[in-house]
């Protein structure tokens, strides 16, 4: 034996003696120190070997800075170009006395260190896969590097052990965190004895059990007892290993007996001898609540396409039964028969007037306004109609904002939530109004779908009736649904959640049998000076001795207005077409003071059929008519406030107020001008 091989064994006796006691993160460390100071190295370490998409990297997991622990950050370096690379390659112990910069340009951390001379071995896992580095490196020049490398490799097996030891003993804490911290319910369970191993903290706590509680229990005990049959057969072919892997939906049964919807991923697995199935599941509560939202607003919008699609083509028919019978009636002015047409008529367009808010087609000329005075002011007729037993009261905000609405449908919502809430107190009770200022963040709106994140006002309408069930408050804005025993239209409900759609605002409902309902309603918070009432116009200037242009394609609607007109004293020309009013007017040599147009007829667009009569009667007052929502003269259901409008289904006596009305409007300008 040589005197450095002696040398050798001597401090590995030493050194041995130094780490017996060491155990855990203080072994390797104590490693290096040892180490250190038997070589008179400047720097000893022990590093582990990790993998990144940039490639192979060393960290430092113990290291000795002359002969004593480090305590700054671990350092970590990749291994490309750098003599570790080598050690790693050859499987053995390497060493480089005093040339190791030149051999290894690339490798900066030795020039900032000062490293000359290098010395290492490979460590390597029970598999013999290389998984760190043993070193000891010097700042001067050595010519005992072979004694050196002899002393790593004896402490080399020891270092490696208990490298993978903690290395395993990390991954280990690791799973368990991302086990116990997982927001998926995660369970473990023993194939043989069918019982939970473990499981996470997610799953025990929406569950309601302790572990100690779950381990006496099997998947079957967390499923309602008609259920479990079906997952007992599911389970058995997975125990069995005639599958291994299935996804299972199904509600799990928690200790309070409530249940929740939950996906579960479930697989087999074998790890030596034991089998073992794991689940993953994922509480779907809220998933499936935004997906019934989801489909029940595609319900409500389909069932609008086809209310709105109907009340339009009612629109023309009861223009021309309003018109009709009113007509009849200047005749027969005591004719109880034509008076119940009239009636009966009216009806009819109040349905379609809710069809329409329902399926937010219906015409609307918004102004911003202040929802403390809109309150105040409907309260005003609100409590003839709710009677003596019930009292309202108001709670409104000093300063809830401004919002900008069609003050009429405003009026319909609130006329609507008061009659809902005076027929669920029949015996009585207090009927309450609030406004408020809201501001809704994005979260909120994430859980809202068509809700935007923002400023709004609040409009809350609240009874103290009998209250709903969950049954009956899922199905409150279908159109035609209600619990009034035949007497309501189920319209009232359906059309305040169509106006505040159009309006640009949801509305959330809150109720519990016997205590009551609250309506909140959300409408955007607006900017802006108040909507301020137009000047009146007299009616009765300029006179009625104008020539009007009627275009309709109704024959019957068309019929109406041409009479009226004619018998107000107006020269009426009337067409049937887009065509036939442009050869008209193209024929015409008189005066033509104003045209009365549908906006949707048979071969084009009102406006465009006005745009060229324009180009001919530069002066001509344009009123169009229409009973739906149409692009062409309105954004978002909303009437250009340039617009001459006239909504159907219209009576006579509304078609000359408005035409009378812009004509003289006209008059009025042309003198002030």
């Given at each position: 034996?040589?005197?450095s091989?002696y040398d050798?064994l001597?401090?590995?006796?030493a050194?041995s003696?130094?780490?017996?006691?060491?155990?855990?993160?203080a072994?390797l460390?104590?490693?290096v120190?040892?180490?250190?100071?038997?070589?008179?190295?400047d720097?000893?370490?022990?590093?582990e070997i990790?993998?990144?998409?940039?490639?192979?990297?060393?960290?430092?997991v113990?290291?000795a800075v002359d002969g004593?622990p480090?305590?700054?950050a671990?350092i970590?370096?990749?291994?490309?170009?750098?003599p570790c690379?080598?050690?790693?390659k050859?499987g053995?112990a390497?060493?480089?006395?005093d040339?190791?910069?030149e051999s290894f340009p690339?490798?900066?951390?030795?020039?900032?260190?000062g490293?000359?001379a290098?010395?290492?071995v490979p460590l390597?896992?029970g598999?013999g896969?290389p998984?760190g580095l043993?070193?000891a490196l010097f700042r001067?020049p050595q010519?005992?590097?072979?004694a050196a490398c002899l002393?790593?490799?004896?402490?080399?097996v020891?270092a490696?052990s208990?490298l993978?030891?903690?290395l395993?003993?990390?991954?280990?804490e690791?799973?368990?965190h991302?086990?116990?911290?997982?927001?998926?319910?995660?369970f473990?369970?023993d194939?043989?004895?069918?019982?939970?191993?473990?499981?996470?903290?997610a799953?025990?706590?929406n569950?309601g059990?302790s572990m100690e509680?779950l381990?006496r229990?099997?998947?079957?005990?967390?499923?309602?007892?008609k259920d479990?049959?079906g997952?007992?057969?599911?389970m058995r072919?997975?125990f069995a290993?005639?599958?291994?892997?299935?996804?299972?939906?199904t509600?799990?049964l928690?200790?309070?007996?409530?249940?929740?919807?939950c996906t579960?991923?479930v697989?087999?697995?074998e790890?030596?001898a034991?089998t073992?199935?794991t689940?993953i599941?994922v509480?779907?509560?809220?998933?499936?609540?935004l997906?019934?939202q989801l489909l029940h607003?595609?319900k409500?919008?389909?069932?609008?396409?086809?209310?709105g699609g109907?009340a339009?083509?009612?629109?023309?028919?009861l223009?021309?039964i309003?018109?009709?019978?009113?007509?009849c009636?200047?005749?027969h002015?005591g004719d109880e028969y034509?008076g119940?047409?009239?009636?009966?008529?009216?009806?009819?367009?109040?349905?379609?007037?809710?069809?329409l808010?329902?399926a937010?087609r219906q015409?609307?000329?918004?102004?911003v306004?202040?929802?403390?005075?809109r309150v105040r002011?409907?309260?005003?007729?609100?409590?003839?109609?709710l009677?003596?037993?019930?009292?309202?009261?108001?709670?409104?905000?000093e300063?809830p904002?401004?919002i900008r609405?069609d003050p009429g449908q405003l009026?319909q919502?609130?006329?609507?939530?008061?009659v809902?809430?005076?027929?669920?107190m029949?015996a009585?009770?207090?009927?309450t109004?609030?406004?408020?200022a809201?501001?809704?963040?994005?979260?909120?709106?994430?859980l809202?779908?068509?809700?935007?994140?923002?400023?709004y006002?609040?409009?809350?309408v609240?009874?103290?009736?009998?209250?709903m069930?969950?049954?009956?408050?899922?199905?409150?804005?279908e159109p035609?649904f209600?619990?009034k025993d035949?007497k309501g239209?189920g319209?009232g409900l359906?059309?305040?959640h169509g106006i505040?759609?159009?309006?640009?605002?949801?509305?959330?409902?809150?109720?519990e049998?016997?205590?009551?309902?609250r309506f909140?309603?959300?409408l955007p918070a607006?900017?802006?000076?108040?909507?301020q009432?137009?000047a009146p116009?007299?009616?009765?200037?300029?006179a009625?001795?104008?020539t009007?242009l009627v275009v309709e394609d109704?024959p019957h609607v068309r019929?109406?207005?041409?009479?009226?007109?004619r018998?107000?004293?107006y020269?009426v020309?009337?067409?049937a077409?887009?065509a036939?009013?442009?050869?008209?007017?193209?024929e015409?040599?008189?005066?033509l003071h104003?045209?009365v147009c549908d906006?949707v007829l048979p071969?084009?667009?009102?406006?465009?059929?006005?745009k060229?009569l324009l180009?001919?009667?530069?002066?001509?007052?344009?009123?169009y008519?229409s009973?739906?929502?149409e692009?062409?003269?309105?954004?978002?259901g909303?009437v250009?406030p340039e617009?001459?409008f006239?909504?159907?289904?219209?009576t006579?006596?509304?078609?000359k107020?408005a035409?009378r009305r812009?004509l003289?409007s006209?008059?009025?300008s042309?003198g002030?001008?």
């Amino acid at each position: 034996m040589s005197t450095s091989e002696y040398d050798s064994l001597a401090a590995a006796a030493a050194i041995s003696r130094r780490i017996a006691s060491a155990r855990g993160p203080a072994f390797l460390t104590e490693l290096v120190c040892s180490l250190g100071d038997a070589l008179r190295a400047d720097y000893c370490s022990v590093g582990e070997i990790f993998e990144t998409d940039g490639g192979s990297r060393v960290r430092t997991v113990a290291l000795a800075v002359d002969g004593a622990p480090h305590s700054g950050a671990p350092i970590e370096y990749a291994i490309e170009g750098t003599p570790c690379a080598d050690v790693t390659k050859a499987g053995c112990a390497c060493a480089w006395s005093d040339d190791v910069q030149e051999s290894f340009p690339r490798d900066a951390l030795l020039v900032d260190m000062g490293v000359h001379a290098y010395a290492g071995v490979p460590l390597h896992d029970g598999a013999g896969r290389p998984r760190g580095l043993l070193t000891a490196l010097f700042r001067t020049p050595q010519r005992d590097l072979p004694a050196a490398c002899l002393l790593l490799e004896i402490f080399a097996v020891s270092a490696a052990s208990e490298l993978e030891r903690q290395l395993l003993e990390v991954q280990a804490e690791r799973a368990v965190h991302l086990f116990e911290h997982s927001r998926n319910e995660i369970f473990i369970i023993d194939a043989q004895s069918r019982r939970f191993i473990d499981v996470n903290r997610a799953a025990r706590q929406n569950l309601g059990y302790s572990m100690e509680q779950l381990r006496r229990m099997t998947p079957l005990d967390l499923r309602a007892v008609k259920d479990r049959p079906g997952l007992g057969e599911t389970m058995r072919a997975l125990f069995a290993g005639e599958t291994s892997s299935i996804q299972i939906r199904t509600a799990h049964l928690r200790a309070d007996g409530s249940t929740y919807p939950c996906t579960i991923n479930v697989q087999r697995l074998e790890v030596g001898a034991r089998t073992y199935v794991t689940g993953i599941g994922v509480d779907t509560s809220e998933r499936d609540a935004l997906q019934a939202q989801l489909l029940h607003s595609q319900k409500l919008e389909a069932i609008g396409r086809l209310a709105g699609g109907v009340a339009h083509d009612l629109n023309n028919a009861l223009t021309a039964i309003l018109g009709n019978a009113q007509l009849c009636r200047q005749d027969h002015p005591g004719d109880e028969y034509l008076g119940a047409i009239d009636e009966a008529a009216k009806r009819a367009a109040d349905v379609t007037r809710q069809l329409l808010a329902f399926a937010s087609r219906q015409l609307i000329q918004p102004q911003v306004v202040d929802p403390n005075e809109r309150v105040r002011l409907s309260v005003q007729f609100l409590r003839p109609l709710l009677g003596e037993d019930v009292g309202v009261a108001l709670a409104l905000s000093e300063s809830p904002g401004r919002i900008r609405v069609d003050p009429g449908q405003l009026e319909q919502v609130l006329v609507n939530l008061a009659v809902n809430g005076r027929d669920a107190m029949p015996a009585g009770g207090t009927l309450t109004i609030e406004t408020a200022a809201v501001v809704f963040d994005a979260d909120y709106a994430s859980l809202h779908p068509g809700t935007v994140a923002g400023r709004y006002v609040l409009l809350a309408v609240s009874d103290t009736g009998s209250g709903m069930t969950a049954a009956v408050r899922d199905r409150i804005f279908e159109p035609f649904f209600t619990t009034k025993d035949g007497k309501g239209t189920g319209l009232g409900l359906a059309t305040v959640h169509g106006i505040v759609q159009q309006q640009g605002g949801h509305v959330v409902v809150e109720s519990e049998e016997g205590v009551g309902t609250r309506f909140l309603i959300y409408l955007p918070a607006v900017e802006g000076e108040l909507t301020q009432a137009p000047a009146p116009v007299d009616v009765a200037t300029a006179a009625r001795t104008e020539t009007v242009l009627v275009v309709e394609d109704d024959p019957h609607v068309r019929a109406v207005a041409v009479s009226s007109l004619r018998q107000a004293g107006y020269v009426v020309l009337e067409a049937a077409t887009g065509a036939s009013a442009e050869k008209l007017g193209a024929e015409y040599t008189g005066p033509l003071h104003a045209l009365v147009c549908d906006v949707v007829l048979p071969d084009g667009r009102g406006p465009i059929v006005a745009k060229r009569l324009l180009e001919r009667f530069s002066d001509l007052v344009i009123l169009y008519t229409s009973g739906y929502a149409e692009d062409t003269i309105v954004h978002s259901g909303e009437v250009d406030p340039e617009v001459n409008f006239l909504p159907k289904p219209y009576t006579p006596d509304a078609l000359k107020h408005a035409l009378r009305r812009h004509l003289a409007s006209r008059v009025q300008s042309s003198g002030q001008s």
